[in-house]
């Protein structure tokens, strides 16, 4: 027996199998609407006009060479915004027509009782993967590569695009080349459509990513709760993932950051392995992942529940120049305005913090990013805002000499007038985080 078998033989529940459906809207966020699907799909054909498209799934990860996290498969995102579902080694075939009505192709593996006595139930090809997907046309995934051959030269042939996402694993796929030198055709990356279609999300999207930030912040509450000199770095981040994981967060949306003194100015120091001592600062960067959408939220605590009065100085800066670039968004502003604004800010208002210089030298980083289904979300950032794009906004101070770093992070949704502000659930001012570690 393999490890991952019998690991999965250990997992597997005594009640017997359950169905596909069950097996699919076993996410605690539940299923994507039908509707939010069907509309991301014909929004998508709309943008293709005349042509084809392949999206394909994930892989399912191996235990002994890939080292997920438990049995974890993370489903490919534009798999999963198009469908809703988490199926490995499956198709999704869009074909545009000028004239004609559209067509859309799900190929998934065929069941197979024995296998899933291991693995648990799968979704096959049939009736319940049309009632999740609102894709008619379900077919087995051993029939995908030629099937897709064939609808590939019929749509190039009078004259459609052939649509591929063409990230680094397309380009070097054997099957993926094979197509586009048939194609006649050339290739049209279907990546920046996808893009600019995720980058606003509709109201599901918004639901998830709400929920995913209010595990966040209660995330983060549990982690001050837990800080004292003494405490280690991975007791903060195991208070806090703790908390993602009990509330439904299915993984984090990337890996904690927890460091303290000198390790808060490693802007991404992922170890968590030392121990807090009294006097430091702690930046704490960190987000669940709930139902595919992730948030994204950095919070900077003092290890002994009071701020110095140097750091206060500092920290406040930061918040106030997070405040300023905060404050000018709106619809129709660019993230690298925003940026600018932010940094200007801190420069004029440094005063003799960081003197000689002003502290913008040790904010060595941009203002923020896109979130969503990634953490670092797709999208291009020349894309004035828009109502529905969501963002952070983080500016930072890091002074290695000093040991002292801070960060604060929050995640915003753009509105028709400005912004909301989603992650106020963790504490952000100085006076509300010391209140927060005073009372546990
Ligand atoms: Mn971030």
């Not at 069907?38 to 998508?44: E, F, S, V």
């Not at 586009?180 to 606003?200: E, F, I, K, N, Y």
């Not at 100015?265 to 709930?290: F, I």
């Not at 794009?389 to 007038?417: N, Q, W």
Request: include cysteine; charged fraction near 20%.
């Amino acid at each position: 027996m393999t490890r991952a078998s019998r690991i999965a033989f250990a997992l597997l529940p005594l009640a017997g199998l359950a169905t596909g459906l069950s097996a699919q809207v076993g996410s605690p966020a539940g299923p994507v609407p039908v509707e939010y699907l069907t509309a991301r799909r014909a929004d998508l054909l709309k943008r293709m006009g005349n042509g084809i498209a392949i999206i394909r799934s994930s892989e399912q990860r191996s235990i002994e060479g890939d080292y997920p996290q438990d049995s974890d498969y993370r489903e490919n995102n534009d798999f999963f915004y198009l469908t809703g579902l988490e199926t490995p080694s499956s198709w999704l075939v869009l074909v545009a027509r000028d004239t004609l009505a559209p067509q859309v192709y799900l190929y998934l593996p065929a069941r197979d009782t024995m296998a899933e006595r291991w693995t648990g139930a799968r979704l096959g090809p049939g009736p319940e993967a049309s009632a999740l997907t609102g894709i008619e046309e379900t077919r087995p995934a051993d029939q995908a590569q030629r099937q897709i051959r064939g609808m590939v030269r019929s749509s190039t042939v009078r004259g459609g695009k052939l649509y591929l996402l063409l990230g680094e694993e397309a380009v070097s796929d054997t099957f993926f080349q094979q197509l586009a030198l048939g194609s006649g055709a050339g290739v049209t990356d279907l990546r920046p459509s996808l893009a600019a279609m995720r980058l606003v999300k509709d109201a599901d999207e918004m639901r998830r990513l709400r929920m995913a930030i209010d595990i966040t912040a209660k995330g983060h509450l549990a982690a001050m709760r837990a800080a004292r000199p003494g405490a280690w770095e991975y007791e903060l981040e195991g208070a806090a993932e703790g908390t993602f994981r009990s509330l439904g967060a299915e993984r984090v949306g990337y890996p904690s950051i927890v460091g303290t003194g000198i390790n808060a100015t490693t802007l991404h120091y992922d170890k968590s392995r030392s121990q807090l001592q009294a006097g430091e600062l702690v930046v704490m960067d960190m987000g669940a992942e709930y139902g595919f959408y992730s948030a994204d939220v950095t919070r900077t605590i003092p290890a002994s529940g009071k701020f110095s009065p140097r750091q206060l100085s500092i920290y406040n800066l930061v918040l106030a120049t997070q405040q300023a670039a905060m404050d000018s968004i709106r619809p129709g502003i660019t993230m690298g305005r925003l940026g600018q604004i932010s940094r200007d800010y801190m420069k004029a208002h440094s005063g003799d913090l960081c003197a000689p210089g002003t502290c913008d030298q040790y904010y060595i980083h941009g203002l923020g990013h896109w979130i969503g289904m990634d953490v670092h979300d797709v999208g291009n950032y020349a894309t004035p805002l828009a109502p529905n794009m969501v963002l952070t906004v983080e500016p930072g101070i890091y002074i290695p000499a000093e040991k002292l770093g801070v960060r604060i992070e929050d995640d915003v949704v753009v509105t028709a007038t400005g912004y909301e502000l989603l992650s106020g659930g963790a504490p952000r001012t100085a006076a509300d985080i010391e209140k927060v570690m005073k009372k546990k």
